[in-house]
């Protein structure tokens, strides 16, 4: 069975129309549970992510993927690690499988404007008319080739997500040597895992392909602003060129990618949990462990060799990769810069970061490329 939605047009890449009644409708769809109503949206820097729970007061996290972001393929090579690192005891999250064992679904939502799929049309009220019930959202598993089953529109927008179980903890403050050990071990247990297998359809975290393509993204489409530009490109694609070889025959491998200490939770009994792998990349190991330091290499050298000590008890780490540390923290400002120009065109963007984009607001972060390059 196809269900549809009515829906206003949105901008691309947003969630401006992701309702609570879309996302609940979307999880009773594909899985054979019946929920509570109760949608508790929580905090995301790029996705959507929403707390549910079922009429017998189990709790999920349903994790709604930012339109346009991944390929369907990309998603998957992140299903298969978390399904991989559970598999290998590595306290992760892996997401649930519906009753055909697939872990990633869609949902198109087709808008009031136009009739939508082969076969229907919208009536004079607006509503779907055809193979559609209601005001269900249409519903279709994500395949490998990213095709649909059943009678899609080529040019319905459509929602990913997928479902997991809720499990919560406290943020983990390290603070004694110890701490910092159990932080480094669990980072290389990861790795152990991310070794075994390829993600070609992830990206690689490389200054020439990684940020210089956000570099061009952000001069192309004139998102830096004029008076800025020529200075923005200036700092970022000269010191792109000073690090790029610093990176050559440096081995990469699966990495969690985003690994600060926002994303490991303390859970009381077992012990820490990673979370949130939608930035999973392949990449250096020292990723991963530079963002659980408190500040820059040079000002944290205790953390960093307690860390370390906890990641040679599992994997090892070339110490040339320490040298990668600062060039890594440039690279990331202007991957920030670049995620967040593609939320721009959100509804709720204005309201929140009301002088984002402006001349002073890029001559702040020029001036912060300037002092980070210093360090590179």
Wanted: overall charge negative; some cysteine; charged content about 30%.
């Amino acid at each position: 069975m196809y269900y549809t939605i009515a829906r206003m047009m949105q901008a691309p890449g947003s969630f401006d129309t992701l309702t609570p009644h879309i996302v609940t409708a979307s999880v009773e769809a594909f899985f054979d549970l019946q929920l509570d109503g109760t949608v508790e949206r929580y905090a995301s820097y790029v996705n959507r992510v929403y707390g549910l729970r079922t009429q017998e007061g189990d709790h999920l996290v349903a994790k709604f993927y930012r339109p346009g972001r991944w390929s369907t393929e990309a998603i998957l090579e992140e299903h298969q690690l978390l399904q991989e690192l559970d598999d290998a005891e590595v306290p992760v999250v892996a997401p649930i499988a519906d009753s055909e064992g697939n872990t990633l679904l869609e949902v198109e939502l087709e808008p009031e404007e136009y009739g939508g799929g082969t076969g229907g049309g919208t009536g004079g009220d607006g509503q779907y008319v055809g193979d559609a019930r209601g005001d269900d959202p249409y519903v279709g598993d994500a395949r490998g080739d990213g095709q649909y089953v059943g009678d899609a529109r080529e040019d319905a927008p459509l929602h990913r997500f997928a479902l997991f179980p809720r499990r919560g903890g406290r943020s983990f403050d390290a603070e004694s040597d110890d701490d910092w050990f159990r932080l480094g071990s669990i980072v290389a247990r990861l790795h152990l895992v991310g070794r075994r297998e390829a993600a070609p359809h992830r990206l690689t975290l490389d200054p020439v392909t990684w940020t210089g393509a956000y570099v061009k993204e952000l001069l192309s489409e004139e998102i830096v602003h004029g008076d800025c530009a020529a200075e923005f490109e200036e700092i970022a694609r000269g010191t792109i060129d000073r690090i790029a070889p610093l990176f050559q025959g440096v081995p990469v491998h699966r990495l969690h990618g985003d690994c600060h200490r926002g994303n490991i939770l303390d859970r009381p009994g077992e012990g820490l949990l990673l979370i949130d792998f939608d930035d999973m990349m392949n990449g250096p190991a020292v990723q991963d462990l530079w963002l659980l330091l408190p500040d820059r290499a040079g000002e944290s050298r205790r953390e960093l060799v307690m860390l370390l000590d906890g990641y040679r008890q599992f994997a090892t780490i070339g110490e040339g990769q320490l040298d990668l540390i600062e060039p890594l923290r440039f690279m990331r400002i202007i991957h920030f810069l670049a995620w967040r120009a593609r939320q721009r065109h959100d509804h709720w963007f204005a309201s929140e970061y009301p002088g984002w984009g402006d001349r002073a607001f890029w001559t702040k972060e020029i001036e912060d490329l300037r002092d980070q390059a210093r360090f590179v």
